[in-house]
């Protein structure tokens, strides 16, 4: 299986009662090594004022999403709706037919921290079950594994430092669908350093 679906989401922190402010998934094929950025799709959704919001906020998410938080709260989705566009992005023809009917496989970085339980959160554990396969592929868990093996340099399995390394950009973008696209592209220079090793 070489097709996944890419995912990111930004949020209000990583605590438990974090908000969901947008969501972004691109589908991804490890062959022909192409990010389909043509139905890659983002949303916003809607969450409390960025002032009710900022007492409760860490450090990082008061200097990186000010600007997401506002224009989540002015112009997202509700969380409701935000299940009918989900919903509605993988029952499309064209994602439908590019996964042959299965529940396609996420992609992602540092996915059990935040993207799985604040979407299993959002959608419930029965609506993931239906849409999505169990496994999950974990760029940074790869990249730490491939790390301690002398693959790649020592401490190189953060995003940053990836996305760094194999001179995909200087640093993320830390909006939903660049990190969805990048991540994309960090799986094909993995896939790369593997196969020149076994040829």
């Known amino acids: 299986m070489d097709r996944y679906l890419s995912l990111d989401t930004e949020a209000t922190g990583l605590e438990v009662d974090c908000y969901l402010i947008q969501v972004a998934l691109v589908p991804i094929d490890g062959t022909s090594k192409t990010v389909f ?6 949303v916003l959704i809607q969450c409390p004022s960025f002032e009710e919001l900022k007492p ?16 989540a709260h002015k112009d997202g989705i509700t969380p409701a709706a935000f299940k009918d566009w989900i919903q509605n992005y993988l029952s ?18 540092s996915m059990s921290a935040l993207d799985i339980p604040v979407l299993t959160r959002y959608l419930g554990k029965e609506f993931m079950e ?6 999950t592929l974990d760029l940074t868990c790869v990249a730490r594994f491939l790390s301690d093996a002398g693959k790649l340099p ?8 990836l996305l760094q390394y194999f001179k995909i950009r200087q640093k993320a973008e830390h909006t939903a669908l660049s990190d969805a696209s990048d991540m ?4 094909f220079r993995l896939l790369e350093l593997l196969q020149r090793d076994a040829s």
Do not use: D, M
């Open 37 to 42: 950025s043509e139905w890659g799709k983002e």
């Open 56 to 71: 409760k906020l860490n450090p990082w998410v008061l200097e990186h999403n000010e600007e997401l938080i506002r224009k």
């Open 92 to 109: 499309a023809p064209e994602i439908k037919n590019y996964f042959k009917n299965e529940r396609p496989t996420l992609l992602g970085k």
């Open 130 to 135: 239906k849409y999505f396969h169990h496994h």
């Open 154 to 161: 020592t401490g190189c399995y953060t995003t940053s430092k």
């Open 184 to 187: 994309g592209q960090v799986y």
